[in-house]
């Protein structure tokens, strides 16, 4: 043993150390397990436990005078493929398991658990489950006095940079002691933490004093890392808050620690959340990497229906129609608002590192667009955004008056004063939407500028052959016979503006009829769309069409040759031509001839 080294006996520890007050060697000379149970009388105690499959197993921890219980689970080692039903440790706020539950600690629990009562007792039951494996577990309590504060230092750190000690640093630290200090910075902003030195109780598991950071602002945060001996570690938050506590037990106590922590601004946020709103469904995306900051993925979350499940993973996409999965609509004056909440499913586990999430998402059906509104709440920090959209309608010609056969020709050729059967149809899945065809007219042009020939205008109708059916929930339908406008053409298209109302309001636009613009009451009716459809075109031009088309389509060889019996015959022709011409000059020029030798008058006679 080398000169000068103590040697300090300390229940079943021994501890070397030299005068410098240098920590050499710890050695834990009993592994002895506390069994399968036990009542504990003693002020303060730490030991270790060992099970294996199948136990059930309780700790009763109780003393007379008057003072309360801190009890730390430093290290634990369960099955890591239970689940939290199956294994666990459950601790009780008094001296039996029918005592108020504080909290449970299972396999993926990320954190250092830490449980106080509010009496002279506590206990708490270990229950593993069928897996045959060693469980290893290290825990210490102590007493303290009751009504004394629950942390012995630390506190709020709001400055950008700041400084934090141990109690009595550059002394020894006290024993049982427990700190927390909570840090806060500016938005947007991250923590660096440094240590500028550390000196605690030397295990490779840190099960006696140790530090433990927290990646937020509680104890329940999620742990980023736990230390103790002489290392120093640099620590980074992912946002602007870390925990930071201290634990140290009852021997063994040196200088503690010093660090310093430091504000690190962060880019701007990249959207990462979306929302998309037709008329008949509200889409919702959360990227993969928004919810790995928040330890969530698709399996956490659930919509107001927990049946209702993602349609994607990466990201995680929400599709669902306006009237499905628990989704709410309400009238707001003349709004109608469909609402859903995404919030995250709760795992059973009193300590988690996740933070409380829930994103509530709602469509306002506004004049002619969507309005899409997002709020982000985690931790009570809401985000929002929004986006535009319309609803979906369409327009389609129909073969008679039944309107189950639409016209898929285009262009669309039919006769002059031929009955037309036009549908418009709103793709929605709310059931109490009603669909008015308000104006429609007619024109040469897809611009529809002038020239334009008028169908119905405002309600009224313009053209004598035109007839509304009555309305049909979703479904606007008239008729009309084809007009002398489409003679003089050779396409008309036909463009249509709706009203879209809520057939439970008594007296909305859609049941008005004939409203002169300067009467109209717009407060009646909050949504239109327009649709388009055509062109149309009258069968004589199609007869011209059809003649081309079909020369066009003749044999490859058989036009050729057509093409050169046509140039053949074009030839012979204006040849036979140059000849006829020829010939009547010819035959003009004998004529002429004879007739002036005929009459002329001999001279000298």
């Not at 103590?6 to 002895?32: C, E, R, Y």
């Not at 400084?163 to 840090?183: A, D, G, M, Q």
Request: include cysteine; proline fraction near 5%.
């Amino acid at each position: 043993m080398p000169a000068g080294l103590n040697v300090l006996h300390l229940g079943q520890d021994i501890l070397f150390h030299d005068p410098g007050n240098l920590l050499i060697a710890s050695v834990f000379l009993s592994k002895t397990s506390a069994g399968c149970g036990a009542s504990l009388g003693e002020d303060s105690k730490a030991f270790p436990i060992d099970l294996y499959s199948n136990e059930n197993c309780t700790w009763k921890i109780q003393r007379p005078e008057n003072k309360v219980i801190r009890l730390i689970f430093s290290y634990f080692q369960l099955d890591p493929s239970a689940s939290c039903e199956m294994e666990n440790i459950k601790v009780y706020d008094g001296p039996t398991s029918n005592s108020t539950l504080l909290g449970q600690v299972c396999s993926n629990i990320d954190s250092i658990p830490v449980f106080e009562s509010s009496s002279n007792s506590l206990s708490f039951q270990v229950t593993t489950d069928s897996t045959d494996l060693k469980r290893s577990i290290f825990v210490f309590y102590y007493f303290f006095p009751s009504g004394s504060k629950t942390e012995d230092c630390g506190g709020l750190l709001t400055s950008p940079e700041g400084t934090l000690t141990s109690p009595n640093y550059p002394k020894p630290h006290p024993e049982f002691t427990y700190c927390v200090w909570r840090i806060q910075t500016a938005e947007n902003s991250k923590i660096n933490l440094t240590f500028t030195d550390l000196f605690l109780e030397l295990d490779p598991n840190c099960k006696f004093d140790f530090l433990a950071i927290y990646d937020g602002p509680s104890t329940k945060s999620g742990l980023i890392g736990h230390v103790c001996g002489r290392s120093r570690p640099t620590f980074e938050s992912t946002s602007n808050t870390m925990t930071i506590a201290l634990s140290t037990d009852y021997a063994n106590s040196y200088r503690g620690f010093s660090a310093h922590y430091t504000s690190i601004p962060l880019p701007a946020p990249k959207p990462n959340t979306s929302l998309t709103c037709s008329s008949d469904i509200m889409t919702v995306v959360l990227s993969d990497t928004y919810l790995d900051s928040l330890s969530y993925n698709e399996n956490n979350l659930q919509l107001n229906d927990p049946t209702c499940r993602p349609i994607s993973r990466n990201p995680v996409i929400f599709s669902f129609p306006l009237n499905s999965c628990g989704t709410v609509k309400m009238k707001e004056g003349n709004r109608i608002t469909y609402t859903n909440l995404i919030a995250a499913s709760q795992t059973g586990e009193i300590i988690t590192r996740q933070k409380n999430l829930q994103i509530f998402v709602k469509c306002e059906m506004e004049n002619n667009s969507t309005v899409e509104i997002m709020y982000v709440s985690e931790d009570g920090v809401i985000q929002n955004s929004s986006a535009l959209g319309r609803y979906n309608v369409s327009m389609s010609f129909y073969e008679s008056d039944l309107f189950t056969r639409p016209i898929l020709d285009s262009p669309y050729y039919i006769d002059l004063n031929k009955t037309l059967f036009v549908q418009v149809s709103l793709h929605s899945t709310d059931a109490d939407l009603l669909v008015f065809v308000d104006t429609c007219v007619a024109s040469p042009n897809l611009d529809f500028g002038s020239p334009t020939y008028a169908l119905i205008q405002n309600g009224c109708i313009k053209d004598d052959t035109y007839m509304n059916y009555p309305l049909l929930q979703h479904y606007g339908r008239f008729k009309f016979n084809a007009f002398e406008f489409l003679r003089n053409h050779a396409s008309v298209y036909l463009q249509c503006q709706v009203l879209i109302c809520d057939s439970n309001e008594s007296n909305s636009r859609c049941t008005q009829g004939c409203v002169p613009r300067q009467k109209r009451d717009i407060s009646s009716y909050k949504w239109k769309a327009n649709a388009v459809i055509g062109p149309i075109r009258l069968k004589r031009d199609r007869s011209s069409v059809d003649h081309l088309e079909s020369l066009s389509e003749v044999h490859p060889g058989k036009t050729q040759n057509l093409q050169q019996n046509s140039l053949y015959i074009f030839s012979f022709m204006i040849l036979a031509t140059n000849v006829v011409i020829l010939v009547a000059v010819i035959v003009k020029h004998y004529i002429k001839c004879q007739s002036e030798y005929k009459y002329q008058k001999l001279q000298g006679y």
